[in-house]
C-alpha cells in the first residue's frame, strides 16, 4: 500500500506538467459553472465573476498547496537551490577554484589513505563467515625456533593432523606452509623457467574456508593423505590471466616443477588472494608433495618440522576462551606424545610455559599490516587535520562571502524569506561545493592509490593489494564530504542570516569595524596556523629521521653493488654436493675476472633479506638462551666486495674445504661481549647452535666490523660468518662490487653465469643501494607524505590568511583613507594591517606548540635519532610558518597602505 | 444566509461520504452537493477542495478520469476506491467517536 503511494507520487513527479494541467483546467471549469450558475439566477456577468472567483479562493495558493500534497516540493526547492548554488559558484570563480581544490586535495587524500588502512587492515577476506576462523599463534615472534623441543608458534605437518582428528572445538583446521618459495618452474610446452610463488597447503585449505574454483575444482583432503603421489595445483585467476592468457583449456595444461609435472586441477576465485594480505600466490600445492617442490623440503612426515600456520574454524556456538583451553590442552598432549620428542628438563620447562593464543583471522593476516599500521593511522590522522584546515578556509571564504552578501540576504529576509530557507539556500551551496570537491577528490584519490601502491611496495614488484575503489570505500567518502559540507556550511550560514536588518541594508558592506567583527574567522586562522604547526613540525621529525637513517653507518659500504638472485634448485643438484659447491665458485671467479668488476661474492644473505640465527655455545663460557647470533653463509670474496673491514685474522679462502677445520669470522661486538675477557676469539673455538654436537663446532679465524644486518634502525647485532662448502645452505644471492654503468655490468654479469649453466634463472637483479632503500620504504613514505600534507597545511592557511586579510583591508577601506587623509604615513597603515596578522599567527603558534609537543609523544617510537621533543624541528617549524604566514598577510597590508584616500572617501 | 465553515479534519469525510452516494462527481458538483445536502449550512471554500483531492488522489482513495458533463464541457469526475470505501468507514466511526463524546460532554453540562 505504501509502495502504491510512493509509485503514484513517483508517476506525479514525471507527469507533473501533466497534472499541474488537469488541475488548472478542472478549476477553471469549476469557476466557470459557477459563473454560469449566478448569471442563471440573475447576476450581472461581472458580478458573477466576482462571485464565483470570491466563493472559489486563491488560485495560485490552492495550486501550491495541491502541488505540495504530491511531497516533491523539497525537490523543486533543491533544484532551485543549485540552480542558484552554481550561479553564485560562477559569480565568484578564484573562490570556487581554491576552495573545490582544498577540498579535493582534502578529500582525495582521506581517500586514498582510507582506501590503504581499509584494505590492509579492514577488509575481511573474501572467504565463508570470516569471523570464524582462527589462527594458531604462540606468544613469541611469528618466526619459530625449530630446535627439538616444542615451540608454540609454528608447527609441523604431523601436529597439524593430530590436531585436526583430536579437537573438539572446530569444524576443520588447515595448515599452510609459512613462508614462500619463488620457485622456477616450466609451463609444459614452454622453453623459459618462469618465477611461480608458490603455497604449500593442507588439503583442507580450501574447503575450510569456503573457496570454490570458477574452473574445475580446488584442492581436497584426499590430494594430501598420502607423502608424493597427488602432483596437482590450483592456480590464482591472476596467475591463469598473466601466464595462461585466460586459456579456457587451462585444466588440460601442466606444470614442471623441479622434476614434476603437476595437472592444473582448477583456477580459484579472481576475489581470493589466500590469507595473506599483500601476498598473493601464484599457485596452490598441497603439502603431500612437498618433496617434489624445490628445494625438496621433507617436511610431511617429520614431527618436529615446524614450519607450519595453522588456522581453524570456530565451531558455532564455541567461544574463543573455550577453544583456547582445548587446544593448549591438545598442544601439551601431541607434542609430550610424539615418539622422537626430546622431553630433557629444559624442553619440558620450556613446554610448561608454552601457551597457544588464538588470534581472530577474519581479516586475514599479513606483514604488510605489521609493517604499514602505525603509518597508515598516523597518516590517516595527518590527511584527516588536512581536511580540517581545508574545511577551515572554506568556512572562512564563505564567511567572508556570505558578508559580503549581507545586503542581498538582508533583502531577500525584509522580503520575507524565512531565516530557515536562506539558511539551507546557504547549506546547499555548501554541500554542492562538497560534492563536486568529493568528486573531484575520489579522482584524485584513484590516481593517489596507484602513486601510494608503488610507495608501498618499494620496488618494481607492486604489492598484490586491491585497493580499487569498492562501495565501502564511496561510502566513506561520501560520509566525509556530508561532514565537510556540514562543518565548514552550517556556521557561515547561521552566522550570515543573523544579521540586523537595518544596519545591512543602509550599508551594503555592513558596519564600517570589519576586523571587530570576525572573531569567528580570526578563530578559524588561529585554528589553521595551529594545525599547521603540529603537521610542520611532525614533517620536520620524519624528514630528519629520514635523513638520520641514510646517515646510519652501516658497516659495509652500499655504493656500487649490483644484487641479484639465481636460483640453482633447478639444476637438480645438492647444495652440498661438491659439483654446486664449485659451480658457485667458478661464478664468481669469472665475474671476478670482467672488466669493471672489483670484487664478486654469494652469500645467504645481504641486507635486509632475512636471517638464520641460533644459539651459541662459546668455550668456557655459560650459554645465554636469550642470545642469537645471526649466521651468513658467504663466498671467499665476501668482505672485500661489501668493503667490510677485517679487524684481525684473516677471512675465508681455498683452504676451507668441506673436509677441513669447520671455521668462522665473528663480528667485532660477537668477539667482545660472547668470548670470555682476556681471551683472544681468534684460535678459540664455539658450537653454532645450543647442543655441542661435533659437527657443530667451528673454530674462529677472523674478526671483521660490526654491520647492520636486518634493518637500518636495529641495535649492534652478533653476526657469525661461515664458508659455503662448510655450510652449503640457501646460497644464491650475489653481490658485485663494479666500476662504471649498471646495465653494462649487469649484462655482462648475466652472461657470465648463463656461461657456467645456461637454465640458471637470474632474478630480482638490483643494486645494494635500493636494497637499503626499500627497507625504510615505510619510513621515506611517512617522510614524504608528511612533508607533502604538511606543506599543503601551510599553502591552505596561506590562502586562509590572505584571504581574511584581503577581506578584512577591502571592508576598511574608507577608515585607512581617512586615516591617510588626516596624515598617518603608509608604513603605519600597512604596521596597523601586519599587527593583527602577526598578532593571529602568535596567538595559532602559541597554542600550536603544546599540542605539538602532546603530540610528538605518539610518534616517539617512528623516530630515530632524535626525540619528538626535538627543538630544531620546532623552532624551523616556527620561523618557517612565521615567514610565510606574514608574507601570505603582506600582500592585502601592501595593497591597504596604496589606498588613494580621495577615491576610499568618495566611495562612500 | 450565513454559512458555518466545515469543521476542521471533517472535509475527507464530507468528500468521500458525497462520492459513495453519488458514484463519480467532478468537484464542482461535489460543492454543490455538500453544500446542498447540508440545507446550506455549510460552505466549502471551494477551491479547498482541490488540493483535498490531490491528496485523496495520492493516497489511493479516488480515482480521477476525465469525462463529459450533461451540458457538453470537459470535466474530471471523481470515485471512490475500495481504498476509499475503508476509509470513509473509518472516519465514519472516528468522527461518530469523537461528536459522541462530545455530545455527552455537553449535555452532562
Not at chain 1, 620496488?459 to 586491491?466: E, H, K, M, Q
Not at chain 1, 572573531?519 to 611532525?538: D, E, F, N, R
Not at chain 1, 602577526?838 to 602559541?846: P, Q, S
Request: with cysteine; glycine share 8%; hydrophobic share 45%.
Amino acid at each position: 500500500m505504501i509502495l502504491d503511494e510512493a509509485l503514484r507520487r513517483i508517476r506525479m513527479l514525471f507527469q507533473g506538467r501533466k497534472f499541474q494541467h488537469d488541475l488548472d483546467e478542472e478549476m477553471r471549469t469549476h469557476k466557470e459553472l459557477r459563473e454560469q450558475e449566478y448569471v442563471d439566477r440573475g447576476l450581472s456577468r461581472d458580478a458573477a465573476h466576482t462571485a464565483a472567483s470570491r466563493s472559489f479562493g486563491n488560485t495560485a495558493s490552492i495550486r501550491e498547496t495541491s502541488f505540495r500534497a504530491w511531497g516533491w516540493s523539497w525537490l523543486e526547492g533543491l533544484l532551485q537551490d543549485v540552480r542558484y548554488g552554481v550561479r553564485s559558484m560562477f559569480r565568484s570563480p578564484a573562490l570556487t577554484i581554491v576552495a573545490l581544490l582544498s577540498l579535493a586535495l582534502g578529500i582525495g587524500a582521506n581517500t586514498a589513505i582510507f582506501s590503504f588502512l581499509d584494505a590492509v587492515m579492514l577488509r575481511s577476506l573474501p572467504v565463508k563467515n570470516p569471523s570464524q576462523l582462527v589462527l594458531f599463534f604462540g606468544d613469541e615472534l611469528e618466526y619459530g625456533v625449530t630446535d627439538r623441543y616444542g615451540s608454540a608458534t609454528l608447527y609441523s605437518y604431523p601436529f597439524f593432523r593430530q590436531m585436526q582428528q583430536k579437537n573438539a572445538v572446530f569444524s576443520d583446521v588447515a595448515a599452510m606452509f609459512s613462508f614462500w618459495q619463488n620457485v622456477h618452474g616450466t609451463v609444459e610446452g614452454r622453453d623459459a623457467m618462469e618465477e611461480m610463488k608458490v603455497q604449500l597447503v593442507s588439503g583442507t585449505y580450501f574447503p575450510m574456508l569456503g573457496v570454490q574454483a570458477p574452473i574445475g575444482r580446488t584442492l581436497t583432503d584426499e590430494d594430501d593423505n598420502s607423502e608424493g603421489d597427488h602432483p596437482v595445483v590450483v592456480v590464482s585467476y591472476a596467475w591463469w590471466k598473466r601466464a595462461l592468457a585466460s586459456d579456457p583449456a587451462v585444466l588440460n595444461r601442466k606444470i614442471k616443477l623441479g622434476k614434476t609435472m603437476f595437472n592444473i586441477i582448477g583456477v580459484a576465485p579472481p576475489e581470493f588472494f589466500g590469507t595473506k594480505v599483500g601476498d598473493a600466490p601464484d599457485i596452490w600445492v598441497p603439502m603431500s608433495m612437498m618433496r617434489s617442490i624445490p628445494p625438496e623440503m621433507k617436511g610431511y612426515k617429520d614431527d618436529f618440522y615446524q614450519a607450519m600456520l595453522i588456522m581453524g574454524r570456530l565451531k558455532p556456538g564455541v567461544s574463543p576462551a573455550q577453544a583456547t583451553a582445548n587446544v593448549n590442552v591438545l598442544y601439551q598432549q601431541i607434542i609430550r606424545g610424539f615418539s622422537d620428542a626430546d622431553l630433557s628438563q629444559r624442553n619440558v620447562a620450556h613446554l610448561d610455559k608454552a601457551h597457544v593464543t588464538l588470534l581472530p583471522m577474519a581479516t586475514g593476516f599479513s606483514q604488510l599490516r605489521r609493517q604499514f599500521s602505525e603509518p597508515l593511522h598516523l597518516l590517516m590522522g595527518i590527511t584527516a587535520l588536512v581536511l580540517l584546515i581545508a574545511c577551515a578556509n572554506i568556512a572562512n571564504l564563505l564567511l567572508a562571502r556570505s558578508t559580503a552578501r549581507a545586503r542581498e540576504l538582508a533583502v531577500r529576509q525584509a522580503l520575507g524569506a524565512r531565516r530557515i530557507r536562506i539558511v539551507r539556500q546557504l547549506l546547499t551551496e555548501s554541500l554542492l561545493l562538497a560534492f563536486i570537491g568529493g568528486l573531484l577528490g575520489v579522482g584524485l584519490a584513484v590516481f593517489a592509490d596507484r602513486l601510494l601502491l608503488r610507495m608501498i611496495s618499494g620496488g618494481a614488484d607492486v604489492i598484490p593489494l586491491d585497493v580499487s575503489l569498492n562501495t565501502r570505500l564511496l561510502l566513506f567518502t561520501f560520509t566525509v564530504t556530508v561532514a565537510t559540507a556540514v562543518l565548514f556550511g552550517i556556521i557561515p550560514a547561521l552566522r550570515a542570516t543573523r544579521v540586523e536588518l537595518t544596519d545591512a541594508l543602509k550599508d551594503g558592506r555592513g558596519s564600517s569595524n570589519g576586523t571587530a567583527r570576525s572573531p569567528l574567522g580570526k578563530a578559524l586562522i588561529v585554528t589553521q596556523v595551529a594545525i599547521s604547526l603540529v603537521l610542520m613540525v611532525g614533517a620536520m621529525l620524519f624528514v630528519r629521521t629520514l635523513v638520520n637513517l641514510n646517515k646510519v653507518d652501516m658497516g659495509f659500504d652500499r655504493e656500487n653493488v649490483l644484487r641479484l638472485d639465481i636460483d640453482s634448485t633447478v639444476t637438480g643438484i645438492k647444495s652440498d654436493d661438491p659439483r654446486m659447491i664449485s659451480m658457485f665458485q667458478q661464478i664468481e671467479q669469472r665475474i671476478d675476472a670482467l672488466p669493471g668488476v672489483k670484487s664478486a661474492s654469494f652469500a645467504s644473505f645481504f641486507f635486509n633479506e632475512g636471517s638464520w640465527n641460533t644459539r651459541i655455545r662459546v668455550q668456557g663460557t655459560t650459554p645465554d638462551e636469550n642470545v642469537n647470533v645471526k649466521h651468513n653463509v658467504i663466498g671467499n670474496g665476501y668482505f672485500s666486495t661489501m668493503q667490510i673491514p677485517l679487524l684481525a685474522g684473516r677471512t675465508f679462502g681455498p683452504q676451507d674445504t668441506s673436509t677441513s677445520q669447520h671455521v668462522a669470522i665473528i663480528s667485532e661486538s660477537m668477539a667482545k661481549n660472547l668470548f670470555p675477557a682476556r681471551i683472544n676469539p681468534i684460535g678459540h673455538h664455539y658450537y653454532t647452535g645450543f647442543d655441542p654436537k661435533p659437527e657443530n663446532d667451528v673454530e674462529v679465524i677472523g674478526i671483521v666490523k660490526d654491520v647492520k644486518f636486518g634493518s637500518l634502525d636495529e641495535d649492534q647485532q652478533y653476526v657469525d660468518y661461515l664458508p659455503n662448502p662448510q655450510h652449503p645452505w640457501g646460497y644464491g644471492r650475489l653481490a658485485v662490487r663494479y666500476d662504471g654503468n649498471f646495465a653494462a655490468i649487469s649484462n655482462e654479469v648475466q652472461r657470465a653465469i648463463h656461461g657456467i649453466d645456461r637454465t640458471l634463472p637470474i632474478s630480482h637483479v638490483s643494486t645494494l643501494d635500493d636494497q637499503v632503500a626499500r627497507s625504510i620504504t615505510n619510513q621515506r613514505l611517512v617522510a614524504q607524505l608528511s612533508a607533502f600534507f604538511g606543506l599543503l597545511a601551510v599553502f591552505l592557511s596561506c590562502i586562509g590568511i590572505y584571504g581574511l586579510m584581503s577581506y578584512m583591508v577591502g571592508r576598511r577601506t574608507n577608515e585607512i583613507g581617512i586615516r591617510i587623509a588626516i596624515g598617518a604615513s603608509r608604513a603605519n597603515v600597512r604596521w596597523l594591517v601586519m599587527r593583527e596578522i602577526i598578532l593571529l599567527v602568535a596567538v595559532g603558534i602559541a597554542i600550536g606548540v603544546p599540542v605539538t609537543l602532546l603530540g610528538s609523544r605518539v610518534v616517539t617510537n617512528m623516530l630515530f635519532g632524535l626525540k619528538g621533543t626535538d627543538a630544531v624541528s620546532l623552532v624551523a617549524s616556527v620561523v618557517g610558518l612565521l615567514l610565510v604566514a606574514v608574507l601570505a598577510g603582506y600582500l592585502p597590508a601592501r595593497r591597504a597602505a596604496r589606498v588613494d584616500p580621495v577615491i576610499a572617501l568618495r566611495y562612500e | 444566509m450565513k454559512r458555518d465553515e466545515i469543521p476542521p479534519g471533517t472535509l475527507y469525510l464530507l468528500i468521500l461520504k458525497t462520492l459513495s452516494l453519488h458514484g463519480s462527481l467532478h468537484g464542482y458538483e461535489m460543492a454543490n452537493s455538500i453544500q446542498q445536502s447540508s440545507d446550506d449550512v455549510l460552505q466549502v471554500e471551494e477551491g479547498s477542495l482541490y488540493p483535498a483531492l490531490q491528496r485523496m488522489l495520492i493516497k489511493g482513495w479516488v480515482t480521477a478520469e476525465w469525462g463529459v458533463t450533461l451540458g457538453n464541457r470537459r470535466a474530471r469526475y471523481y470515485r471512490l476506491t475500495a481504498e476509499g470505501r475503508k476509509q470513509l468507514a473509518r472516519e465514519l466511526s472516528q468522527f461518530q467517536r469523537v461528536f459522541g463524546a462530545i455530545n455527552r460532554v455537553i449535555q452532562t453540562a
